[in-house]
């Protein structure tokens, strides 16, 4: 599959693997120069720990399948009529008519029951649409759709994508390949750095096992990028239209013990977990997830849940695959919603930190105070959308709406010690992030806005005054003016 989607992209060790070449050719031209005496001078840098096993050959994918993959996406109260209509046009394009979910009367049913009153996490299955886009049905089979109340400002749709047998093959033959060595590590003699005055820039690497996990995810960000992008279409999705990343939690299957695959961990390496940081979630010990959130390199924020056929039991009365599903409805519903709140406010964190950015070289700059002005009133009309959107989640985001997305997981998930520093599980792990995230954002947003807001006060009333003393200049002008005709009007007489 090729990789498109702008995420990618932005990768650093997507930069690197052209900033190597470069690199290797410099190499190349300078060994012709001056021969290597002493191999000690070399750096050998990288840019992430070598912990990572060697994931050349896993051997128990066989015992190892995707089962779907669930996003989720916002949209504001102002897009509300625009999404019903977009819904409606979907399922006539998409529906598939055998499904038990296909009911287009539930979505009028749930938008005028949300103009009536609001239930925090009222949940509504909406409909299964079977792709018939050439393109995308190479990567997606179906998509479920359904739909819940947040806030009183906006609403989360979720998307349980079942990925086409293509995909699949894709991700096997992902996690079964050798790594790609040209960025497993790059030597760079030290003598190249110092004659060429060359930066680390030139040294971005990453071991064989990150380089797997990370191309892994590439495949995860480009089935919903193509997705969304098609979504978008016909319903005004949130983080799609600004090419954020949307929270996500992909649902594994596995025939292997527990145990078996914690002796063995090269597989959960292989699709981004690391075993020490595994959480057990209290279904009879079936069922284990783990949370990755975004850094340096990975650009997804994503949950994933790994189901056990081997400790499951047969005697609950419904089948492996069934539970499977049930279990998933139930669980991503407040999760998904905790993780687009905090991509929400992520967004909004780096959009005010680009208008601090964008205030603080205006103010920099030395213009004349009448287009630093105009600059930066054109940047307050720009913050006051954001403004918008902060002052709706500050008046929504309340105790009880943070208890309700905690409430029902605590006899679900366990509490363990874990790199976040606090015993809590999941839910609420994620949830203080959130708190925190928004208290920072409030702040932030408040203090770029009120020095903007004072900047602005500021020129305006310098400008104010220039304009009183040239319209007073220009007033005492026209008095003499008239004055001197009056005189010579008088002489003339």
């Given at each position: 599959m090729k990789i498109r989607n702008p995420a990618t992209r932005e990768k650093d060790y997507v930069k690197g693997k052209y900033r190597?070449?470069?690199?290797?050719?410099?190499?190349?031209?300078?060994?012709?120069?001056?021969?290597?005496?002493?191999?000690?001078?070399?750096?050998?840098?990288?840019?992430?720990?070598?912990m990572n096993p060697d994931l050349s050959k896993p051997e128990i994918i066989e015992n190892f399948n995707l089962d779907s993959i669930i996003f989720s996406d916002i949209i504001f109260v102002e897009d509300f009529e625009k999404l019903r209509k977009g819904l409606h046009k979907l399922y006539k394009q998409n529906s598939n008519n055998f499904s038990p979910y296909n009911n287009p009367s539930n979505i009028d049913t749930f938008f005028n029951q949300l103009n009536s009153e609001l239930d925090y996490g009222s949940w509504c299955p909406l409909f299964d649409i079977n792709i018939k886009d050439k393109k995308m049905s190479e990567i997606c089979k179906k998509i479920k759709i359904s739909i819940s109340s947040t806030t009183y400002s906006f609403v989360t749709i979720y998307f349980r994508v079942v990925p086409s047998e293509k995909f699949h093959d894709e991700l096997n033959n992902m996690i079964n390949s050798d790594a790609d060595k040209r960025y497993h590590r790059l030597m760079i003699p030290r003598y190249i750095k110092d004659y060429f005055n060359i930066n680390k820039w030139i040294y971005t690497t990453y071991n064989k096992g990150t380089h797997k996990t990370l191309v892994i995810e590439d495949l995860f960000l480009e089935l919903k990028w193509r997705i969304t992008r098609y979504l978008l279409k016909e319903l005004p999705l949130f983080f799609a239209k600004l090419g954020s990343v949307n929270p996500s939690i992909e649902v594994y299957k596995m025939t292997k013990s527990q145990d078996y695959l914690k002796r063995r961990d090269i597989q959960f390496a292989a699709i981004g977990v690391d075993n020490y940081k595994i959480n057990e979630i209290n279904f009879d010990g079936d069922v284990e997830t783990y949370f990755t959130h975004p850094g340096n390199a990975s650009k997804d924020m994503t949950l994933k849940f790994l189901f056990n056929r081997v400790n499951y039991d047969i005697n609950k009365g419904i089948g492996f695959d069934t539970s499977v599903r049930l279990i998933m409805e139930d669980l991503s519903k407040g999760l998904l919603q905790l993780l687009s709140l905090n991509n929400l406010t992520e967004i909004l964190e780096k959009r005010t930190l680009k208008h601090k950015n964008i205030y603080d070289k205006i103010n920099s700059k030395s213009i004349t105070k009448y287009s630093k002005f105009s600059k930066l009133t054109k940047l307050r009309i720009k913050m006051e959308k954001d403004y918008l959107y902060v002052n709706r989640i500050k008046r929504d985001m309340n105790d009880n709406l943070y208890k309700y997305f905690i409430k029902d997981y605590n006899s679900i998930f366990f509490k363990s010690y874990n790199?976040?520093?606090?015993?809590?599980?999941?839910?609420?792990?994620?949830?203080?992030?959130?708190?925190?995230?928004?208290?920072?954002?409030?702040?932030?947003?408040?203090?770029?806005?009120?020095?903007?807001?004072?900047?602005?006060?500021?020129?305006?009333?310098?400008?104010?005054?220039?304009?009183?003393?040239?319209?007073?200049?220009l007033t005492i002008f026209s008095l003499l003016i008239a004055l001197i005709a009056l005189f010579v009007s008088v002489i003339s007489i």
């Open positions: 190597k070449k470069f690199g290797r050719n410099l190499i190349n031209f300078y060994s012709h120069i001056k021969n290597v005496e002493n191999d000690n001078n070399r750096d050998f840098l990288e840019s992430m720990s070598s790199e976040w520093g606090s015993k809590k599980n999941i839910p609420e792990r994620i949830t203080s992030s959130v708190k925190e995230r928004f208290a920072n954002l409030t702040s932030l947003f408040e203090n770029v806005k009120h020095e903007l807001d004072n900047q602005t006060a500021f020129l305006n009333t310098i400008i104010d005054y220039k304009r009183q003393r040239v319209m007073l200049t």
